[in-house]
């Protein structure tokens, strides 16, 4: 499984290579497009119970594509929903919690588990619903935005907008709460943070859905006034 990045970070495209008898699974609606080398087979990975979950909890689509090689195998496509970049993520036994939208495709040897962040995010726009992604092989991370990534040491705190968080490795120890005092949180744009503390690694978007939806909703004529955050 060979992986191509192209136009990066603002319309980034991840062609995937799979040779005969690989395969590859991805997001419902990620693909661009494939060669006659591959075929495509739609089903709910790892049964009901967890399809249902990854739906409802974490916001991803019920069924799931896997795409495989056959003959001398082929390639195959894909792109996020929003302009933005894509990032490849190799795993080797490994897990991490990924915010919900920004998984695009993955090994078959990389499970899902969709997570709650946490009743405060019920507050945020985003609604912080985490999916946690372990296994080996070779993972595709999208985001709205370009991706910047920080590795933070032994016991070092970072602070990130729910809006703005792409996922951390699972060795990263997070805790869900208000930027500062109601006061803050309801004046400053910026409602729910994401409060980590390394060791680990960090992947943020530069951009934040919710924030451009602030500002889009108000230009469209007929449609009613939100409070979606605008920061």
């Known amino acids: ?25 991805a997001e419902s609606g990620a693909m661009v497009a494939m060669t006659d080398g591959i075929t495509i087979d739609t089903g709910v990975q790892g049964g009901l119970l967890k399809g249902f979950k990854r739906a409802m909890m974490g916001g991803e689509s019920f ?40 998984y695009l495709a993955s090994a078959m040897g990389i499970e899902v588990d969709p997570q709650f962040g946490g009743a405060k995010t019920l507050l945020s726009n985003e609604g912080l619903f985490l999916l946690r992604r372990q296994g080996s092989g070779k993972l595709l991370i999208a985001a709205y935005g370009a991706i ?42 910026e409602g729910i943070v994401a409060k980590l503390t390394g060791p680990g690694t960090v992947w943020l978007q530069t951009r934040s859905p919710s924030a451009f939806l602030g500002w889009l909703i108000p230009q469209i004529p007929g449609l009613p006034k939100t409070n979606t955050k605008t920061n």
């Open 1 to 25: 499984m060979e992986i191509q990045v192209e136009y990066s970070p603002a319309f980034a495209i991840a062609h995937v290579r799979l040779e005969g008898g690989e395969s590859c699974k």
């Open 63 to 102: 069924f799931m594509n896997t795409f495989s090689g056959h003959g001398g195998g082929g390639e195959v496509s894909f792109a996020p929903t929003l302009a933005g970049d894509v990032k490849v993520w190799d795993l080797d036994n490994q897990a991490i919690l990924l915010q919900s939208g920004a």
């Open 148 to 189: 910047e990534e920080r590795k933070l040491a032994e016991g070092e705190r970072y602070t990130v907008d729910s809006g703005h968080i792409v996922g951390w490795s699972e060795s990263v120890k997070y805790e869900i709460s208000k930027v500062g005092d109601w006061k803050s949180t309801m004046l400053s744009g």
